[in-house]
């Protein structure tokens, strides 16, 4: 998945199944290429952690659709554990730009859900246990 023009890196993406329940699961991505799109990222990202060990089968098979930044290296991170609900226009990742334009550098984590259960908790951000 590397290229040339750019150093590969790290990006962990953490797998959000539930918002209200905090299962989420992270999955570290190595020798990722900057210059990809954020949909062949989410396709790709799709197709590994169907085969990836140690995911089980709700995590597999959910309906992603949608990849926020969530934290970057060495920035401060916000004090909801299960996702930044500030700054969509910034922090938003959109399709058709490349990972590099999103400001994604090495060692990112993003997180990676189902935009319609994204907006539900972030209109009423509670956690049930």
Known sequence: MAN?????????????RSFEHRNIKPVIF???DLNIS?????????VE???????????RNYGYDAMKIQHMAHGSKTSDPTI?????????????NTLQECG???ETEISFFKLED?????SNPVCKW
């Open 38 to 46: 954020v949909k062949e990222f989410i396709d790709f990202v799709k």
């Open 84 to 96: 930044n609900t500030e700054d969509d226009d910034k922090l938003m990742m959109k399709d058709d």
């Open 104 to 106: 994604i550098e090495h």
């Open 30 to 32: 190595k020798d990722v």
């Open 49 to 59: 952690i169907k085969t990836r060990p140690g995911l089980l089968p709700p995590f």
């Open 4 to 16: 040339a023009s750019l150093p590969s890196v790290i990006i962990t993406v953490r797998l959000i």
């Open 118 to 122: 994204y907006r539900k908790y972030q």
